[in-house]
């Protein structure tokens, strides 16, 4: 029942990062929002969920991982209240980060409490998987409950859903859920909270604003580089401080390092398609939200099932066959629909959807049980933290990047229409036009023929090429972590700690979880026993 409340909480989290995407057209009807605010809006979840999920994951091995997941389900609800009734795009963005600060909270709580809640390695595994499945349905589902809420209430609905999920979820972990805690906690690292935070938020920072700016700007490569360069403080900080907020010696195990990297890859693929695809739905195949939500359960089901056999195959096999093959059916499902042409209906796209389910479905509660299981059990809340920094960094840098190169084309392609154009525009319905595949549409429903024809033509035909050159770049880096997970994830087994391994990432009052069958500690102890 526990496993059953935690797998809830983090469902809503992980729903809330895509369920808006089927909202974007709504919210460029309604709130008359650009592509960059549409960007942002998509992304304050993001940033603020990355800059303070390593905090929040830290706090909560000292304080109590209960006590944080109380306090991250509570503020997850009223930033939804507050979303769901803004009135302008800064308030929802500033109340999608309100929401990804509770979800911080919420994320690395969860994972803490399943670590400490099933002290069996293969139990926990277990937990780990049916953890990240839900996790990972959540990202698929997200469109598709959007789509729902959307036919039959106004876009606040799929915020306000939030509300009486989390006060479920709230009573239940409040009464199920035992409390725990590092029992040696560590003295708070204030220099180095400080230095990850503002480093995380200027480089998500730099990445968001780079389709707006240009990613050639003064501005975007100097906040950029001050982000690297505090991350690059903090770093040197963590190495010298006694008692690091973040212990950067667990990164010299493969199996902490190698899944770290791979899910940031991964959610940059899958996060950068989705964001597409939602809108090639809606804007270009004409669906309504209720519709484009049902036409990605392709993704979901792939997921579901994929998900299901994960932990199995991994028992065995090991983990880096199952998470190479996923990488390769995600890379080869985000190059087929980046072959998408004008004239293909959404049949053409329901392979790509599959596959593309199916890899997230090995890939996700894989790399999330080696991250969470390779540490020891006091640091599970940062450990698991510090997972979620890559989810989420990946997924923002996805949007980010596939939505600059979607927006770039499309202005290329559609300026050159304009140009062309035999009926001049002002420069007010150009920069509509300009802004986006819906803006073009929307001006195209009030000019009479032939000129509206012309423009819908030419906007669909702008969008697909954008939409072709964002989902190749996503397919790019899937077979970029395909390449890294056959040469960088641990095969079947893992070679047994020595002495010089246990010192470097072991305290003595810690229980050592390791992914693998060969793990001497626990030789050890079933020999003392």
């Known amino acids: 029942m526990t496993l059953a409340l935690l797998c809830t909480s983090v469902l809503i989290v992980t729903v809330d990062s895509t369920i808006l995407n089927v909202a974007l057209p709504t919210l460029v009807a309604d709130l008359g929002a650009t592509d960059s605010e549409l960007q942002w809006i998509v992304d304050a979840y993001a940033l603020a969920l990355a800059c303070l999920v390593l905090i929040a994951g830290s706090v909560a091995d000292r304080i109590g991982r209960k006590r944080m997941l109380v306090t991250g389900i509570a503020t997850f609800a009223a930033a939804s209240l507050w979303a769901a009734y803004s009135g302008s795009v800064p308030m929802l963005v500033a109340a999608r980060a309100g929401m990804g600060a509770g979800a911080a909270m919420i994320m690395p709580s969860t994972l803490a409490v399943i670590t400490d809640l099933f002290p069996d390695r293969r139990e926990r595994q277990q937990a780990m998987g049916v953890w990240g499945a839900m996790s990972g349905l959540g990202v698929a589902l997200g469109p598709i409950a959007g789509g729902l809420l959307l036919s ?9 859903v939030n509300v009486p999920v989390a006060a479920v979820a709230l009573i239940g972990v409040a009464l199920l859920v035992v409390e725990s805690r590092d029992p040696h906690p560590r003295r708070p690292d204030l220099p180095g909270a400080l230095a990850s935070v503002s480093g995380m938020a200027l480089l998500l920072w730099a990445i968001i604003e780079a389709p707006e700016h240009g990613w050639a700007s003064g501005l975007v490569i100097g906040t950029g580089t001050a982000g690297l360069a505090v991350l690059g403080a903090f770093v040197l900080w963590e190495r010298a401080v006694d008692q690091p907020m973040l212990d950067l010696r667990l990164f010299h195990k493969r199996e902490f390092a190698a899944p770290i990297a791979v899910l940031g890859l991964n959610f940059f693929a899958l996060f950068g398609a989705l964001f597409v695809i939602t809108q090639f739905l809606q804007f270009h195949l004409g669906y309504e939200p209720v519709s484009a939500g049902i036409r990605i359960i392709p993704t979901a089901g792939g997921l579901i099932v994929a998900a299901g056999l994960s932990t199995r195959v991994v028992h065995l096999v090991g983990p880096r066959i199952p998470v190479t093959i996923g990488l390769a059916s995600i890379g080869v499902g985000l190059w087929t629909l980046s072959r998408l042409d004008v004239g293909d209906a959404y049949a053409a796209s329901v392979p790509g959807l599959v596959l593309i389910g199916m890899g997230a479905g090995l890939v996700m509660p894989t790399c999330i049980g080696l991250v969470v299981g390779s540490a020891p059990r006091s640091q599970s809340g940062v450990a698991s933290g510090t997972g979620s920094v890559a989810l989420q960094l990946g997924a923002a840098l996805g949007v980010a990047v596939v939505g600059s190169l979607v927006s770039t084309r499309y202005q290329d392609r559609m300026t050159g229409a304009l140009d062309a154009s035999p009926v001049g525009v002002g420069q007010e319905v150009a920069d509509t036009v300009l802004g986006s595949l819906g803006g073009a549409l ?16 030419a906007a669909h035909e702008a969008f697909l090429a954008g939409s072709a050159l964002g989902l190749a770049a996503a397919a790019a880096v899937a077979a970029v972590a395909c390449l890294f997970a056959v040469f960088a994830m641990p095969g079947r087994r893992t070679a047994p700690l020595s002495a010089a391994d246990l010192e470097s990432v072991a305290h003595p009052h810690d229980e050592i979880a390791l992914v693998g069958d060969n793990d001497p500690i626990h030789a050890a102890r079933t020999r003392r026993s």
């Open 152 to 160: 039959r209430y106004e876009w606040g609905s799929v915020f306000l």
């Open 442 to 457: 929307q001006v195209a429903a009030r000019v009479k023929e032939p000129l509206a024809g012309s423009l819908r033509e």
